[in-house]
């Protein structure tokens, strides 16, 4: 049984189209798992890579193998953590498995994986922006507004946006990136030079531009919607509101 969604409640992806994630979907539904504990495992997947990143980032005892090891294991618990967010979805509304809590389930686990990773993670860029700015927390308190600034929207105009460039997809992207990027490095100058410091700045730069970047972009796009309502109906709006 195939159910349609509230139209703007879901983020369009385009891996939900394709042949595999859809046969994925299909039999993981068979397996009887239900979408709320595949919710659930994407916070496991979070917790495991915030753990190995955390501890990369107080422990000088690694050899460069061993470090480049934790940062692919990390790596990978990243795409997994996505790949839940992709599967519980799909088993949800195209495999019909929706269940009444299924909203809170979507969500709050995600915002709880955010808060994770990105503290975990912001730990490797040292002091940047400051000793008193943690990039981490920074991001973090970012990635929890882009998301209620999307819900806001959902309230005020019945159309949740997901646009970036930013959004939870991207911002494990550049996670994922750093880790790649920094195995690759400690294999080759090992854990204690500088320049796996600068893999990690360079990543939060961009996540935490981009994230007032979708703050201001999903906030703007209310107003438009709002505007555009309010004219519909018939109500005046003042030139410069």
């Known amino acids: 049984m195939e159910l349609n969604p509230t139209p703007g409640a879901r983020r369009e992806l385009t ?95 995600d915002r709880l994986a955010d808060v994770m990773l990105l503290v975990a993670a912001g730990r490797l860029a040292g002091d940047f922006p400051g000793p008193h700015l943690p990039p981490g927390w920074i991001a973090a308190v970012l990635a929890m507004g882009t998301a209620y600034i999307r819900a806001l929207g959902g309230t005020l105009t019945g159309t949740q946006n997901f646009m970036g460039p930013m959004a939870k997809q991207h911002r494990m992207f550049w996670l994922t990136l750093a880790c790649l990027v920094s195995a690759a490095v400690v294999v080759k100058v090992g854990p204690a030079g500088p320049q796996v410091l600068w893999v990690w700045v360079a990543a939060f730069s961009w996540i935490l531009l981009g994230s007032v970047v979708t703050c201001a972009r999903r906030l703007k796009e209310i107003a438009r919607l709002m505007k555009s309502q309010a004219a519909a109906a018939g109500v005046p709006v003042p030139p410069s509101s």
């Open 15 to 109: 891996s939900r189209n394709q042949p595999w994630a859809q046969k994925l979907a299909r039999r993981v539904a068979d397996t009887g798992i239900t979408p709320n504990t595949i919710s659930l495992f994407s916070v496991f997947f979070s917790a495991g890579a915030a753990y190995l990143l955390g501890w990369l980032s107080i422990s000088r005892d690694w050899s460069g193998g061993s470090a480049a090891l934790c940062y692919l294991i990390a790596a990978v618990c990243i795409q997994l953590r996505l790949l839940c967010n992709l599967l519980d979805g799909m088993v949800a509304v195209e495999c019909g498995k929706k269940s009444a809590t299924g909203g809170i389930f979507n969500e709050a686990p």
